[in-house]
């Protein structure tokens, strides 16, 4: 991939994620970069995120220092760098303000392995408590818990997706927010009729699934 498709494709994140009522029309921001490049591409901040071009975005350095751009970058570029800085293996950030996801997470409600899917994002994803927005204490929060997570929730505010690529990042976000709905869907329904069992995945399989796709 080229670097103007880069840039297409992180505008068309953006506004996938907006379409899908993941992020509000300022909210959540995207970053992506070539593999091994020491500087990438991101979303800036406070500007219409369906409609964004590829001449918006602002390249800044893994050490967060801006280097081309007319706009302003997303005041989360911090933690953007702050993770490119300590995996080489990520070329692409997702930050979005999933609802369901940020919800169950708020209320300390756990996510179980209902699904396939369930069961590979738990195998991947890491919860953190709450950081102010945009500051210093969160990038550095991130960096320092990231390991080898590719989906974080942040507390009271948000998840990330972390990827090889825009594809696999997006969808770790997506991913997320499906399984916080199924869960909350048979919570719910639970709560509504205590007589119904809730089956999950057996936990000999969660385990054999998680070596087997969430190794590394
Ligand atoms: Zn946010």
């Known amino acids: 991939m080229e670097e103007e498709e880069i840039k297409a494709e992180i505008c068309n994140v953006m506004k996938n994620l907006y379409e899908k009522n993941l992020v509000a029309s300022l909210g959540g921001n995207v970053s992506a970069r070539l593999p091994g490049k020491e500087y990438f591409w991101i979303t800036p901040t406070t500007k219409f995120k369906a409609g964004l071009k590829p001449e918006d975005l ?42 369901i996801s940020t919800a169950l997470a708020s209320l300390g409600i756990e996510i179980k392995p209902i699904t396939v899917n369930a069961v590979l994002t738990l ?17 550095e929060k991130i960096s320092a818990n990231v390991g080898n997570s590719n989906v974080l929730i942040l507390g009271n505010h948000g998840v990330v997706g972390l990827g090889k690529d825009l594809a696999e990042a997006a969808n770790f976000v997506e991913m997320l ?11 719910l329904l639970q709560s509504l009729d205590k007589r119904l069992t809730l089956k999950t995945i057996p936990e000999d399989e969660v385990k054999a699934l998680i070596r087997y796709f969430c190794k590394e």
């Open 123 to 139: 195998g991947k994803l890491k919860v953190l408590e709450y950081e102010t927005p945009g500051s210093k204490e969160l990038a």
């Open 58 to 99: 602002l390249k800044v350095s893994v050490n967060g220092e801006l280097i081309e751009g007319k706009l302003r970058p997303s005041s989360e570029t911090k933690f953007h760098a702050a993770i490119y800085s300590v995996r080489n293996d990520v070329n692409a950030v997702v930050h979005a303000h999933n609802p």
């Open 177 to 187: 927010e499906e399984v916080s709905k199924i869960n909350l869907i048979a919570f």
